[in-house]
C-alpha cells in the first residue's frame, strides 16, 4: 500500500481529518509510509505528537494499534503471553489419555496464545499505524524488544517460531525525552522534533477545533499564550491549553482577552501555582 503520494498529499488528507501539519511533520510522514521507516517523534507535552498518529491512521483508513509505554511494562504486556489459565484445564482435560510431548505441542499453539500490542500490529493483515506513546517512558530493557520489531517486523516465539509482518505497519514512536533513547532505537527510526507551532498556525489549530471564536480573540489568545511560553514556567501552556482556553473563552462569552479576563481564566491554561504568580508579576496584568 502507498500510504501516501507526497508531502502535500499528506499535508490535505491530514488537514481533511483536523489535523495542521507543517512542512517537517508532512515530509517525515511521507517519508514513514513511502520508506517503510518507524517515525520518532520527539518534543515538549501537548504539541500534537500523539495526535499525528491518530491523526495518520483517521486519514488513511488503517487502523490504530496502540502501545502506551509506561515503567515497568514488560515483555508480556507489549507483545504477547501465554494463557496460563487455558493452557492448565486443557492439561487437566487431557491428563492421563495423551502423552506429554503431545499436549505440549497442544499448549503451544495460536489458541492459547495471547497477543499484545506489538505482535497484534505484525500480524494484521490490514492496514495498521502502530502507535508506540511515550516510549521514553520504559525502561532500557524494552528498548531491545522493540529493536527486533522495527528493524526486521518479526517476533520471534520460542515455542512458535518466527511470525513475520504479512504487511508492514505504519510505525510512530512518540517521546518527551525525558531520557535519552538508544542510539540503536534512533538509528532505525526518522527523526521529527515537534515544537510549539508558530502564531499563525496556532490560530489556525484554534479556529479549526473550536468553531465560533471571533478572530479578535483568537489572535489576542495565540499571542498571550506565546508570551507565556516565553517565561521560564514549570510548565508552559500546549496546544491543546490553548485550545481549552479557546473553549473557555467561548462559555463565558469573552470577546476582549483584556488583563481582567486573562486574570479570571488563567486557571485554563497555567496548572501550577507558581506559574500563576509569575505570569501576574511578568505580564503586568491588573485586576
Ligand atoms: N497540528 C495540530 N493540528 C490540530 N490539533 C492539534 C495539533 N497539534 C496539537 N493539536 C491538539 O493538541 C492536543 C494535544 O495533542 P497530543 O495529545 O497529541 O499531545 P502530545 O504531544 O502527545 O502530548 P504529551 O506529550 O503530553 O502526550 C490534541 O488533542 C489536539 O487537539
Ligand atoms: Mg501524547
Redesign the pocket.
Known sequence: MTWFASPTDVVERLTAT????DAATATTTFLAGALEKPMLVE??????????AKAISRATGAELVRLQCYEGLDEARALYEWNYKKQLLRIQASSGDQEWSATHDDIFTDEFLLTRPLLTAIRREEPTVLLI??VDKTDVEVEGLLLEVLSDFQVTIPELGTVEAVRRPLVVL?S?ASRELSEALKRRCLYLH?DY?DAE?ERE?VS??VPGLEDKVAEQLVATVGRLRELELKKAP???ES?DWARTLIALEIRDLDDKAVNDTLGVVLKHSSDHDRAIRELRLRK
Open positions: 483536523g489535523y495542521l501539519a518534543g515538549p507535552a501537548g504539541v500534537g505528537k500523539t495526535e499525528l506513546d511515550e512518540t518527551n515537534l507551532p498556525r489549530i479549526s477545533q500546549s496546544i491543546a485550545v
